[in-house]
């Protein structure tokens, strides 16, 4: 286990990758059954870089994004995030590497349906024992710079889809990550309100020197990207052949 504490990280941002993915597969075991989703995957994310990842539905798009965001452990190979290996972290020490460098947008927004908008955004802050005014202003502030302002005080059921994952991409910007991961964040979004979200995403992220990564299955969102890589059969590859 490794024993170095988050503030004596020797990453170097100015060269070293934010993720870094070596040869990372997984396997999946039920009885005499296996089933390898991920063979040797190996992928490098600069800082403030934009990458999709796309696949077809069941092709381990967020089995990787989980094992890249250390919600999920990889059967081989190795992940850093950094430069802290994740195999090497404890429950608490992952915890802390998420919450302090990495943001989430799923497809369902997965907002607390008894919280307010700003609340929502806040709660990595609260999480972090933030001072609660500053973090309220905070949360305020991105609102206000994603067009929701008069929305702050309403609570996820009083809001659209729209709104919901804006309010969602908010909360994964509070804490200005140093990776937003973003699993089919449009995928439950009419085409036009998709576009706008997702524009807006990589607007904030750039904003912010943030890197981020989509998995997805819409090659037209993806083209948005700098970078674009293809998964299938559990290979991660610049084209689609």
Known sequence: MSDLSLNENPWNAQSDPVLLAHAVG?????????????DGVDLSLSVGQSLAIVGASGSGKSTLLHILGGLESA?????????????????TQLGRLRNQHLGFVYQFH?????????ENVAMPLWLRRADPLESRAKALVLLKRLGLESRAEHRPSELSGGERQRVAMARALVTQPACVLADEPTGNLDRATAKEVFNLMLEFTKSFNTSFIVV????E???????TLYLKNGQLNASQA
């Open 26 to 38: 997984k396997r999946f075991e039920q009885g005499p059954l296996r089933v390898d989703v991920l």
């Open 75 to 91: 059967t081989t190979g190795q992940v850093q995030l950094m430069g802290h290996d994740l195999s090497l972290q404890n429950t």
């Open 110 to 118: 997965h907002l607390l349906p008894e919280f307010s908008a700003w």
């Open 216 to 219: 997805t299955h819409d090659h």
């Open 221 to 227: 969102l993806a083209r948005m990207c700098e970078r």
